[in-house]
């Protein structure tokens, strides 16, 4: 029979905020880029932004769901930021735009929004494929 206890939430190991260097043109007062914070998203919180972009679509008398990937991808990874606090009023006035997702899209190059959207996956459980996790699971 197996162990419940190691399931209980007290025993699970809680997964960490992490440092990511997202981009060289946000320096501090000495020149070195500054690092983001981010922080894994659960998958309660992950239901809840892809509801946000899904909508009911109705062709031809036919009914079905739509998801905008860009606006759920864009939603997940502002979620998943902590530093820098994309929800600050001074922040999105200094690039005169309102929204946490809207002023991510404004304030990074599409390589960058790459780099910390890769991040957000790797640190949320989005980087390991079944294969892996079944290898992991025989250890």
Same mark, same amino acid.
């Given at each position: 029979?197996? !162990?419940?206890?190691?399931?209980?939430? *007290?025993?699970?190991?809680?997964?960490?905020?992490?440092?990511?260097?997202v981009?060289?043109?946000?320096?501090?007062?000495?020149?070195?880029?500054?690092?983001?914070?981010?922080?894994?998203? @659960?998958?309660?919180? !992950?239901?809840?932004?892809?509801?946000s972009?899904?909508?009911?679509?109705?062709?031809?008398?036919?009914?079905?769901?739509?998801?905008? !990937?860009? &606006?759920?991808i864009?939603?997940?990874?502002a979620?998943?930021?902590?530093?820098?606090?994309?929800?600050?009023?001074?922040?999105? &006035?200094?690039?005169?735009?309102?929204?946490a997702? @809207?002023?991510?899209?404004?304030?990074?190059?599409?390589?960058?929004?790459?780099?910390?959207?890769?991040?957000?996956?790797?640190?949320?459980?989005?980087?390991?494929?079944?294969?892996?996790?079944?290898? *992991?699971?025989?250890?």
């Amino acid at each position: 029979m197996s !162990n419940l206890k190691a399931f209980l939430f *007290e025993n699970a190991e809680r997964a960490q905020e992490q440092d990511v260097v997202v981009s060289k043109r946000f320096k501090d007062e000495t020149g070195n880029p500054v690092s983001w914070k981010i922080r894994p998203i @659960t998958e309660a919180e !992950n239901e809840n932004i892809r509801r946000s972009c899904t909508r009911k679509v109705t062709h031809r008398g036919t009914s079905s769901v739509e998801t905008d !990937n860009e &606006a759920y991808i864009t939603k997940l990874v502002a979620e998943a930021v902590v530093y820098p606090d994309l929800k600050d009023a001074e922040l999105q &006035a200094s690039y005169g735009v309102m929204g946490a997702d @809207t002023l991510l899209k404004k304030m990074l190059l599409a390589g960058e929004f790459g780099i910390l959207s890769q991040a957000v996956s790797e640190i949320s459980g989005f980087d390991k494929g079944l294969q892996e996790l079944k290898e *992991e699971a025989k250890n």
